[in-house]
C-alpha cells in the first residue's frame, strides 16, 4: 500500500531505522530493532509509526497497527547469527537504503517520543537536529559495528557519539555492543544524562546524573535473547516519557525484557496484559 504522507495521522513514538529479514534456520524472519520496538511502545497502547526502507516485497503484515513510511530499496537489510561455543559470529548480507532526514514526513517532526535505532550506520547522525522538542531516545548498536568484505560484523568506534548523544535524551545500548570494553562506558557516560548499559540476564546498570544503579531481572528460563534489549529501550522510553524517572523505567523495562526471552524472536514482543503486570510491579504500593 502507498501512504500519503501529506495526510499521516500524527503519531506518539517513532522508531527510525532498519526493518531487516533476517536468516535463520527456520528461513526468513522479520526482525530489527525497529521491529522489536515498534511492537513493545504498540502494546504500551501509543500511536506508532517506523521510518525505515526496505523491499516492496517485504511483507510487514506482523507490524499490524504500526504506521509504515517504508522508502524503497533493492534489498532488505539481512544478518545472519551464527552460534558457537565461544560466543555470536555475525554476518551482513544485504543492506538497504540509507536513511536521512529529507525521509521524514513532516506530521511526524513534533512526534513526543523519537528512537533512533539504526542497525548497520544506515542513520544519518544529523537526523538527531530533526526534533528539536522531542524526547530522543538512541539505540546505538548500528554505529558502533562495522563489517568487512565477506560481511563479518565487529565492533567499531563511534566518531558521532558525542555529537548525537549531547542532543539525545538517553541512550540503551549492550556492553556487547561496546566489545566488552568498559572504558568505552566511561567516555559515552561524559555525553549524556541518562546512560544505560544492558548485560544480558545479568540485567541493566543505569547511569544519571553521575549516580549508578543495578537492576536486576526476575528468574526466568531463557528461550531466546533476540530483542529484548530493542524491548528494554522501547519501553524505557516509553516509561521515561510518561513519568520522568530514569529509575522507574528501568525497573519497568527490566521486567519486559526479562519476559520477553523465554519466547522466540517476535513473538517475546511483551502483550499488553504483561504491560499492565510489569507496571503493577514497579508502580508503589498502596
Known amino acids: 500500500m502507498t501512504l500519503n504522507l501529506s495526510r499521516l495521522e500524527p503519531i506518539d513514538y517513532l522508531v527510525i ?29 501509543l500511536r506508532v509509526g517506523v521510518l525505515t526502507s526496505c523491499s516492496p516485497e517485504a511483507d510487514l503484515g506482523a507490524l499490524d497497527g504500526i504506521t509504515v513510511v517504508r522508502h524503497a530499496s533493492d534489498q532488505c537489510t539481512t544478518f545472519e547469527n551464527l552460534y ?47 526534533f528539536p522538542n522531542s524526547l530522543i531516545g538512541v539505540t546505538p548498536q548500528g554505529w558502533l559495528r562495522e563489517w568487512d568484505q565477506e560481511g563479518r ?13 549531547e542532543q539525545s535524551t538517553a541512550a540503551v545500548l549492550s556492553i556487547e555492543d561496546l566489545g566488552g570494553d568498559e572504558s568505552r562506558v566511561d567516555d559515552l557516560v561524559t555525553s549524556i544524562r541518562i546512560l544505560v548499559i544492558t548485560e544480558g540476564n545479568a540485567g541493566a546498570r543505569l547511569y544519571w546524573n553521575g549516580d549508578l544503579r543495578r537492576f536486576r531481572p526476575p528468574s526466568v528460563v531463557e528461550v531466546d535473547p533476540i530483542g529484548a ?7 524505557f522510553f516509553a516509561r521515561l516519557h510518561a513519568t520522568k524517572d530514569p529509575w522507574e523505567a528501568a525497573r519497568f523495562a527490566t521486567q519486559l525484557a526479562a519476559r520477553s526471552v523465554t ?24
Open 84 to 130: 558457537f561455543p565461544e560466543g555470536r559470529i555475525q554476518y551482513l548480507h544485504h543492506l538497504a537504503t540509507p536513511l536521512d532526514a529529507s525521509m521524514i514526513p513532516t506530521t511526524w517532526l513534533n512526534t513526543p517520543i523519537v528512537q533512533l535505532a539504526p542497525i548497520a550506520q544506515e542513520v544519518d547522525p544529523k537526523i538527531v537536529r530533526a
Open 153 to 165: 560484523v565487529r565492533p567499531c568506534d563511534w566518531l558521532e557519539s558525542q555529537f548525537v548523544l
Open 263 to 286: 519466547r522466540r524472536r517476535l513473538d517475546g514482543v511483551p502483550t499488553p496484559e504483561e504491560v499492565q503486570a510489569a507496571l503493577l510491579e514497579v508502580l508503589p504500593k498502596v
Open 229 to 235: 534489549g530493542d524491548i528494554f529501550a522501547a519501553a
Open 17 to 45: 531505522g532498519h526493518i531487516t529479514q533476517d536468516m535463520t534456520p527456520e528461513g526468513y524472519q522479520l526482525g530489527g530493532t525497529a521491529s522489536f520496538s515498534s511492537l513493545t511502545a504498540l502494546s504500551m497502547e
